[in-house]
């Protein structure tokens, strides 16, 4: 043990070279190198300055065992440079909290993407798992995806997902989900390389389109408009064209 003052009051902070007592949680994102030879070159400067966040839980094995919640670079680098590992426990109540504990911890370092939550939590949750299983299938943004397998009725779902997704909440309640979201894909097979801006202006008026969808016939609308849309610079207007010229909205 060492001891660290803090104000008023002494913190044990338990340190170890057993390296091998820690233990890769399967929905952490793998560590990087360039990361680690970073904190490696900072260490050598400055000292060892924090410590690895564990839990010990029983979820993965059945017994309980020391997982690292936040330090996995840390952690290397200590093992690289054969120096002591500092490390502290935190209460963890289920998979949900520890992925939620997770994000929280790791965004002190480097913020977690959307990709990030979906992978974390497809470990507990089959909704997540269909998700990421259609990020891999198609090439289009998780929060795209999202706004379609969420409830398949308004763009304005792309915003509720991304929170819903972080908070491990996110349910895939359109039962079309999996025909839209290749169907949309297709499009932009067809399309080509668009901006952003682009591809959510035709997202919002393929979800509103898609009770009465034809795939083929809007294909052609396509390929019949594919100059005029490969230059579309203003979002209002580009959306009353898309409704009338692709999707024969209006």
Known sequence: MIMKE???????IPITTNYNMFNRLPMQRPTLSKHTQELVESIRYSGLTRQVICCKVDFFTGSKLTYVIDGDHLLECCRREQIPVRYE???VVDKDDLIKKMAYYNNSSKSWQLKDYIHAFSFCNPDYVTLSMYMGLYNLESLMIAAICNN??????????????????????N?????????????????????????KQFLSVFIQAYATYDHKRTLANIEEHIKTIKVMSDPSSANEFIQKNVFNLI
């Open 152 to 173: 398949g009725s308004s763009y304005n779902s792309v915003f509720a997902a991304s929170t819903k997704i972080k908070n491990g909440e996110f349910q895939i309640t």
């Open 6 to 12: 803090n104000k008023n009051d002494f913190i044990k």
């Open 175 to 199: 039962p079309k989900a999996a025909e839209m979201c290749k169907a949309f894909s297709d499009l932009f097979i067809k399309i080509g390389v668009a901006d952003r801006w682009v591809k």
């Open 89 to 91: 426990y935190i209460e």
